[in-house]
């Protein structure tokens, strides 16, 4: 058995985003200091939050701080209000703005995140896109060639075109299990961790994990 | 049956709280947060005699035999020495336990109606602890870790079976699901060079067996249900309920037994550490529509030490806990 102590949990919509953020607070040095877990998306985060009021982590205030992220997709508003909807049926709080602290009747304190920064539309993959093509723009004169090409054929933009692109890249891997894999995307691709489209994000953990 | 369940100054908890409690309720927390003191306390609200009286030992091992053992288990009940009182408060009734400071505890207790019963509960020089004017509310079976006289479940197996076959076909049935599928029949008797009847076990392979040589989970298994059928209790206590009980068979263990608890009207409180456990109950439970199943856990508060939280939680957030493999103990 070892002593706990108070750390920040951060909740992610899936596998994905869960390690590139955990991946960013690692490279930021924030190791030890917030938890990543995923909840499954929105259409399961009420009942994952509901458990989550049942589990050891929160009844025993491990968790001082709890983070609720989403990526924007296409609609920042509707991503707040989504994830404000949620906190409030299951806490009976509200959190107005991404990033507000709000304390909790239980102990702790609350508060939401919505991805790509505020009033930014977008995915995880956004920033990941934004940081591999600062590293590497020469290869995407190949790739937004190919995508334009695309949507002219399609007569309309592929579906979640960012998660499309960087797919594209990572569908190079040398296996079938690494393909389509952000895991090897991660270990593989040199990300640049401390490209600028990080900078909301890496500054957020910094500043909750204190 | 309970339904709530609150516990002030008792042992190690200064306030914890159980509310909508199922008929299956299964205690779950880690190392030294006080699951035992739950099942103790369910002892004191509901024991007779004889179980209060044994309670220092029943689910516990005094650090030696003799007086100050035995006293120090009375007054540890007391979470704090400078507070002369607990109580455990229930919708089925209430104990209040008083230290006198004069090598004597009162109990009284107060029962749901309004009507107060006292009893006294004084131990005495030698350790020992002698209870008057005391009737339990209500019948309880305790099944602690440490394993019964074989012959005093053999002898509960033959209050209930061997004349009616209808329980002696139930608990061959519920036996062979979960525990021994080669199980052709059980048999209470006595051996010719044998100085005890106990049940004997026919797996088809020529010769009946004692039931004590077929390990723990076929012995308490038995017991659980010799209790069930035989003693007739409101409540059953069982520490450890995993004990013997292999992942494999969990699941048919836990259907049986709430068929039984809910057909027999018996309200368990049963602690664990095992998570499989906790999830082959879950799956035993999901679809049964009086939504028997209740999770208590008690966590020590990482802030503060001292204090002990209570959480209730049922299907849905076990559920939950499963899909995304969260650990719920």
């Known amino acids: 058995m070892k002593i706990r102590t108070p750390k920040t949990l951060v909740l992610c919509e899936g596998k994905d985003d869960e390690l590139v953020m955990q991946t960013l607070a690692s490279h930021s040095g924030l190791d030890g200091h917030l938890v990543f877990l995923q909840y499954g998306g929105e259409s399961k985060l009420r009942e994952y939050l509901k458990t989550l009021m049942a589990r050891s982590g929160f009844q025993n205030r491990e968790y001082t701080k709890i983070l609720i992220t989403r990526d924007a997709d296409q609609n920042y508003d509707a991503a707040v209000q989504s994830l404000k909807d949620a906190v409030h049926e299951v806490f009976s709080v509200n959190v107005v703005t991404p990033g507000e602290w709000v304390e909790l009747s239980t102990g702790g304190k609350i508060s939401t995140w919505v991805i790509c920064g505020p009033n930014q539309t977008g995915m995880i993959e956004t920033l990941c896109l934004d940081a591999v093509r600062a590293k590497n723009p020469e290869q995407f004169t190949c790739l937004d060639s190919f995508m334009d090409c695309l949507e002219a054929q399609w007569g309309h933009k592929p579906h979640e075109k960012v998660r499309f692109t960087l797919w594209t890249i990572i569908a190079q891997g040398k296996t079938a299990q690494d393909r389509l894999s952000i895991p090897y995307a991660i270990k593989n691709l040199d990300f640049n961790w401390d490209d600028p489209a990080y900078a909301s994000l890496r500054q957020l953990f910094q500043d909750i994990s204190g | ?329």
């Open chain 2, 1 to 329: 049956m309970i339904s709530t369940l609150e516990l002030k100054q008792f042992r190690g908890l200064e306030h914890v709280k159980f509310e909508n409690l199922g008929r299956v309720n299964l205690i779950v927390g880690g190392n030294n947060v006080g699951k035992t003191s739950i099942l103790e306390s369910l002892v004191l609200l509901c024991g007779n005699m004889n179980q209060l009286t044994e309670l220092p030992t029943t689910f516990r091992e005094l650090p030696q035999k003799g007086d100050d053992a035995l006293a120090s288990f009375w007054k540890l009940l007391l979470k704090n020495e400078r507070i002369y009182e607990f109580r455990i408060i229930s919708d089925i009734g209430s104990i209040e336990g008083c230290d006198t400071a004069l090598g004597q505890w009162a109990f009284s207790r107060l029962r749901s109606d309004g009507n107060s019963l006292e009893i006294s509960l004084i131990f005495e020089s030698n350790g020992t602890v002698s209870i008057k004017n005391y009737k339990a509310p209500f019948h309880l079976s305790i099944l602690s870790t440490k394993q019964k006289d074989p012959a005093v479940i053999s002898e509960l197996y033959n209050r209930i079976a061997p004349l009616n076959p209808d329980n002696e076909t139930k608990i061959e049935e519920l036996l062979r699901n979960s525990i021994e599928p080669r199980l052709r029949r059980l048999r209470y008797a006595r051996p010719e060079g044998t100085k005890t009847h106990l049940v004997y076990v026919d797996l088809g392979e020529g010769k009946m067996i004692p039931f004590t040589q077929m390990g723990q989970a076929f012995a308490r298994t038995l017991q659980v249900y010799c209790e069930i059928f035989a003693q007739r209790p409101k409540i059953l206590l069982i520490d450890e309920i995993e004990n013997g009980l292999y992942y494999e068979g969990m699941e048919d263990y836990w259907k049986g037994l709430m068929a039984v608890l809910e057909d027999q009207d018996v309200q368990l409180f049963a602690t664990t550490h095992s998570r499989e456990c906790m999830e082959a109950a879950y799956r035993a439970a999901k679809d049964i529509p009086s939504d028997p199943l209740r999770y208590l856990r008690l966590d020590r508060r990482i802030d503060d030490a001292a204090k002990i939280v209570a959480t209730t939680f049922g299907k849905a957030e076990m559920a939950t806990a499963i899909e995304f493999n969260l650990e719920m103990r």
